[in-house]
């Protein structure tokens, strides 16, 4: 999706687990035998995020494909997906407030992101680190891609420095 800009707006934690939750909800009654879990810089407090809440759904390998189109089918707005990894937004990709991340669950895309997270929760110079690179990737760029792509490397050197390796 295009935009005019990424914007970045203050820390919102009640709203942004509160947003969580009810997608939660649905998706645990969509999906009762996969864990989901809140990721993305809405999950860690005090850190400005795009206002949009990251979700984590972990299935089971045999569950991919079913769980691709029943998420679909609800309404869940499917952006693409790749080996291992399927995206949706909520409503849709024009008005993305939710995106969910579909996995394998317990995997590696599962493990680098509830790690990464983690990472942030707890150490506040790996988070400060982050959010420099987030704040120049939000003036830099003006699309979601270009967007991710411009913190990756920051993301693998805050995994590489915590001990995480692929």
């Known amino acids: 999706m ?24 649905r998706l645990a009654s969509l999906l009762p035998d996969a864990e989901v879990e ?6 860690i407090p005090d850190l400005p995020a795009k206002d949009v809440v990251d979700v984590l ?20 707005d499917c952006e693409g997906h790749s080996e291992g990894h399927a995206w949706f937004s909520l409503p849709d990709r024009s ?8 996995v394998q669950i317990h995997g590696r895309q599962w493990h680098r992101r509830i790690v990464f997270r983690d990472i942030l929760r707890k150490d506040i ?7 420099s690179v987030k704040r ?15 913190k990756a490397d920051v993301v693998a050197a805050i995994l590489k420095s915590a001990g995480y390796h692929d």
């Open 125 to 131: 110079q790996a988070r400060e680190r982050y959010l």
């Open 57 to 76: 759904v972990g299935v089971n390998l045999h569950r991919w494909s079913p769980a691709i189109d029943l998420l679909s089918s609800d309404g869940f």
């Open 38 to 43: 809140h990721i993305g810089s809405t999950s």
């Open 95 to 102: 008005n993305r407030q939710i995106v969910v991340h579909l």
């Open 136 to 150: 120049e990737a939000a003036a830099g760029t003006k699309d979601w891609g270009a967007y991710t792509a411009h």
């Open 2 to 25: 295009e935009s005019d800009s990424i914007e970045l707006v203050p820390a919102d934690p009640q709203g942004w687990a509160e947003r969580f939750d009810v997608v939660g909800e």
